[in-house]
């Protein structure tokens, strides 16, 4: 489609819609003739899509929320929530014409997993596809309040002594996470082996969905977690634990979930993928603006979507941070990020980084494809054809399916073209 600057929907113009009536308003100046007039309609009317109760699955509850799903010709979208990222695979598995659901907002490398069979049973694969990512930044890693002395925050080695002085007096450490090779398992390893504490030696990892996270670590059940928002927030607000630090200061920017459906289902309807895809798009682009966190907070704290006081998910949506440590630091840039920095493309050298900790960790084997991998599930064609007919401003395009290497807290530096390299610079990994 031929778009001119007159004809272009731009990220300032869509920030400046709050409803779903202005936004079709604005489709309409770039589309006299509707969305689809240059080609066909979705082949169906909705689609089944899973959701765990998270701050990054907005922009699918927003989108639902706002009518989007239903101006892109998908009146029939079912936003559903999920107990756990486990359910949220076995009901991949089935797909929405069996009773399960054909997509999700999910953790980045479970479409990996699951395409290889890693996480199936009977290590049956189930081919998927990753058409976006949902969010950048704003998940958390928080620590029991037993260690608050410890001052412990972005360098983990201040629990060492602790963590071994509990062990030597018969405990157990228990680190939780949201699902084995996921990426929060993969963010507090990261933490833990910066800081010389050995994940698979030192502590026992256990997995625990997020919105039970603060009810176990308030009964003692666990002394650090991972998860995403609001639950950090919610932990510090019930006075808990406290946030040691966010997953946006070991990588900046970093990608975190992503919007994966089944393959089959992208290839029976590939109108509706990029509908649906056009309609996530509007959302993260609403999602992002300053003017609508308040709302937002509002729309996710609703008892079908989190439960939870408003409260608990609009301080760090804003970038606001309560440590619950005595630190509490505004504006940081650490908020979650919808759309702006091309938050919502999913590059594919981000991809190659999950796959390669996955195989630092021993989830992968070492002489996995990695790029062959990534160009077989990551769909970011799709995004591209949907940014295209919505007449996305070409700013907010990546010229390239690379982010370039990429540097974390600790100096380490990734390069997509040399995961080896990477790898090798590492000291604490899996059978090392």
Known sequence: MTKTKAT?????????????????SAARLAFPSGAFAATAGPEVTGVKLGFIALTDAAPLIIAKEKGLFEKHGLPDVEVLKQASWGAT????????????????HILTPMPYLMETG????????????????????????????????????????????????????????????????????????????????????????????PPQMVA????????????????????????????????????KGHPEKALGLRTEWIEKNPNAAKALMMAVMEAQIWADSMDNKE????????????????KDVAGRLKGTINYGNGRLVENTGLEMKFWKDHASYPFKSHDAWFLTENVRWGKFAPDTDIKALVD?????????????????????????????????????????????????????????
């Open 89 to 104: 695979r076995d009901n991949l598995v089935l797909g929405g014409e069996a009773n399960g659901i054909d997509g999700a």
């Open 216 to 251: 176990n670590m308030k009964v003692g059940n666990m002394d650090a977690f991972c998860v995403g928002e609001p639950w950090n927030e919610q932990l510090v607000n019930q006075g808990i634990g406290f946030t040691a630090c966010t997953t946006g200061e070991l990588w």
């Open 295 to 310: 709302e937002m907070s509002a729309i996710l704290g609703k008892r079908q979507w989190f439960n939870v006081p408003p």
């Open 118 to 209: 890693k996480v199936t049973q009977n290590n049956v694969p189930v081919p998927m596809s990753i058409i976006a990512r949902l969010n950048l930044d704003s998940q958390g890693i928080s620590v029991a309040k037993e260690y608050a002395e410890t001052g412990v925050q972005l360098d983990a080695s201040r629990l060492k002594e602790a963590f071994a002085a509990k062990k030597a007096a018969g405990g157990e450490i228990k680190v939780a996470m949201t699902f084995p090779g996921g990426t929060h398992d993969l963010w507090i390893r990261y933490w833990l082996a910066a800081g010389g504490i050995d994940p698979d030696k030192d502590v026992s990892t256990i997995v625990v969905p």
């Open 8 to 24: 272009s929907i731009t990220r300032r113009q869509i920030l400046k819609l709050g409803s779903a009536a202005a936004l079709a």
């Open 376 to 432: 077989k599930v990551n769909r970011e064609d799709i995004w591209r054809a949907a940014a295209a007919d919505l007449g996305i401003a070409a700013a907010d395009i990546p010229a390239s399916s690379s982010r370039g290497p990429e540097t974390f807290f600790d100096g380490k530096v990734f390069d997509p073209e040399n995961p080896k390299a990477y790898l090798d610079s590492l000291s604490i990994k899996a059978g090392a």
